[in-house]
């Protein structure tokens, strides 16, 4: 998995994932707050390995987990611990990036991590030796496609469908960016942005996140049940700065 769209859109921000999985893993549990040291946390909860992909911190802290750092790889397995949980700990923080340059990666596989709080957008990424931390330009829209997955010949070709999309939706909304990322594409089902490969490999699911200064809305659509859940709330306090 997966791929992830920002999208900044007057006051709020948009930050959206699919999750491209075997079919054979377990169906994942909707999401829902889970108490943890810093506050709750609002996750869609991997029912195979209990960590997740996407998450929001009741402070306002958003973050979403690709598989892979730069390049594909080869995994040597056992690892230490799932990138799922490790990304749980990284979210249990007041900052995110903070947690992220201490914490042990030793006998992990290779992740990259898209953080955001209240005016800031960080890429880290992990190719399994070191740690790469990327300001990104938080005015303007990115994608990102899983290297695990696609090449960067497909990575370039799904940026364009980003960018055709852009312009043809220059002020979306949820409903907007969730209809790209079930029909972005060109009919490929093997690199399309919902992804199906022979039923093996396939894009499960969608979810979204909606963030301004003092709320947020999760919506979250299970591909493979035919399922969806959506919830708003208010920050407990002020984004964490």
């Known amino acids: 998995m997966c791929t992830v769209t920002y999208i900044p859109h007057k006051d709020k921000i948009f930050l959206t994932s699919n999750r491209d999985e075997k079919h054979s893993r377990a169906d994942a549990i909707a999401p829902m707050a889970y108490e943890f040291s810093t506050g709750k946390i609002f996750f869609p909860k991997d029912a195979q390995a209990n960590g997740t992909w996407i998450a929001l911190h009741e402070n306002g802290n958003a973050m979403v987990l690709l598989n892979g750092g730069f390049q594909k790889h080869e995994p040597v397995y056992p690892y230490r611990k799932s990138r799922g949980l490790i990304f749980l700990d990284v979210m249990d923080s007041e900052w995110m990036l903070d947690k992220y340059k201490v914490i042990s990666l030793e006998n992990i596989e290779s992740f990259t991590l898209v953080m955001y709080r209240d005016g800031e957008l960080y890429e880290c990424r992990w190719d399994g030796k070191q740690k790469y931390i990327a300001e990104k330009d938080i005015t303007v829209q990115h994608i990102w496609s899983s290297v695990t997955l696609y090449d960067d010949e497909t990575i370039a070709k799904r940026k ?41 490999l396939y894009t499960v699911s969608i979810t979204g996140i909606e963030l301004d200064s003092e709320k947020a809305f999760l919506k979250y659509i299970d591909l493979k049940n035919e399922q969806s859940y959506a919830s708003s709330f208010n920050f407990s306090s002020s984004p964490i700065r």
Do not use: S, T, V, Y
């Not at 939706?169 to 399309?192: L, R, S, Y």
């Open 160 to 200: 364009q469908w980003f960018e055709q999309f852009l312009q043809k939706n220059a002020a979306p909304e949820m409903d907007d960016i969730f209809h790209f990322h079930h029909f972005g594409g060109e009919g490929d089902e093997i690199n399309d942005i919902r992804m199906n490969r022979d039923g093996f």
